[in-house]
C-alpha cells in the first residue's frame, strides 16, 4: 500500500522559515494536501492541490510538489503556527496520510 | 455554513459492532463535487483514512480496514453512516467525519469536531 513519509519534528525558531517535507513513491504525479491540528482540535486544510490556500488562510504558507516529495513551507513563522501537519493524497481511491509532524516554535 | 457533526456510542465492547452517524448540513450529499470521508485518529497518534462516500453513492475503503467496514448515505436526512464490525481495544480513537471536495483530486476542507470511541469491557 501507498506510504506518506514525514518527519516527526522540526523546530524554528519565531520569524524564520519552516519546511516540513513529505516523501511519497512518485508524489509529485499526485495532489498533495496539508492539514494543520491543534492539540484538542479537528484538523483543517491549509494547502491542497500542492500550492494552493484555502481562503483563511495565511499567506506565509505555501507548498509545493515534485518529484517524490512534497513541501510545506511556512515563512515568518509564528507562535500561533506550533501544531501537528498532516500531509496526505490520494492512490488508487484510497486517501494517504503521512505520519505528521510536530512543529515547536522556540 | 457548512458543518459536520459526528454521533454514535462513546463506549464499546470488544467484537461489538460500532455505528457512527455523520450529519452534515450547508451542502448536500447529492452535489457532484461532494462526499464524506470518515477519518480516525488514536490518541496522540496519527491521521488513519477509513471510507469515502461520492455523491454518485460510489466508496472507496481503507485497504488495511476494507473487510470491516460499511459506509453509506441517507440524502434526505443529509447523514453518512458508518458501521465497524468486530471492535478491538485497538480501535479506540476519535472518529471524525470530513467533506471531501473534489477540487482536481478530493480535498477534506470541513471537518467535523470528532467523537471519542472507547473500546473496552
Known amino acids: 500500500s501507498y506510504e506518506l513519509t514525514q518527519p516527526p519534528s522540526v523546530s524554528v525558531s519565531p520569524g524564520q522559515t519552516a519546511s516540513i517535507t513529505c516523501s511519497g513513491d512518485?508524489?509529485?504525479?499526485?495532489?498533495a494536501c496539508w492539514y494543520q491540528q491543534k492539540p484538542g482540535q479537528s484538523p483543517v486544510l491549509v494547502i491542497y492541490?500542492?500550492?494552493k490556500r484555502p481562503s483563511g488562510i495565511p499567506e506565509r504558507f505555501s507548498g509545493s510538489n515534485s518529484g517524490n516529495t512534497a513541501t510545506l513551507t511556512i515563512s515568518g513563522t509564528q507562535a500561533m503556527d506550533e501544531a501537528d501537519y498532516y500531509c496526505?493524497?490520494?492512490?488508487?481511491?484510497?486517501?494517504?496520510f503521512g505520519g505528521g509532524t510536530k512543529l515547536t516554535v522556540l | 455554513q457548512v458543518t459536520l457533526k459526528e454521533s454514535g456510542p462513546v463506549l464499546v465492547k470488544p467484537t461489538e459492532t460500532l455505528t457512527l452517524t455523520c450529519t452534515v448540513s450547508?451542502?448536500?450529499?447529492?452535489?457532484?463535487?461532494?462526499?464524506v470521508s470518515w477519518i480516525r485518529q488514536p490518541p496522540g497518534k496519527a491521521l488513519e483514512w477509513l471510507a469515502h462516500?461520492?455523491?454518485?453513492?460510489?466508496?472507496s475503503y481503507s485497504t488495511s480496514l476494507k473487510s470491516r467496514l460499511t459506509i453509506s448515505k441517507d440524502t434526505s436526512k443529509s447523514q453518512v453512516v458508518l458501521t465497524m464490525t468486530n471492535m478491538d481495544p485497538v480501535d479506540t480513537a476519535t472518529y471524525f467525519c470530513?467533506?471531501?471536495?473534489?477540487?482536481?483530486?478530493?480535498?477534506?476542507?470541513?471537518w467535523g469536531q470528532g467523537t471519542l470511541v472507547t473500546v473496552s469491557s
Open positions: 512518485n508524489l509529485g504525479e499526485k495532489y
Open positions: 496526505q493524497a490520494w492512490d488508487s481511491s484510497t486517501a494517504v
Open positions: 470530513a467533506r471531501g471536495a473534489l477540487v482536481g483530486a478530493t480535498v477534506f476542507d470541513y
Open positions: 450547508g451542502f448536500s450529499l447529492s452535489n457532484a463535487r461532494m462526499g
Open positions: 492541490q500542492d500550492t
Open positions: 462516500i461520492f455523491s454518485n453513492d460510489e466508496k
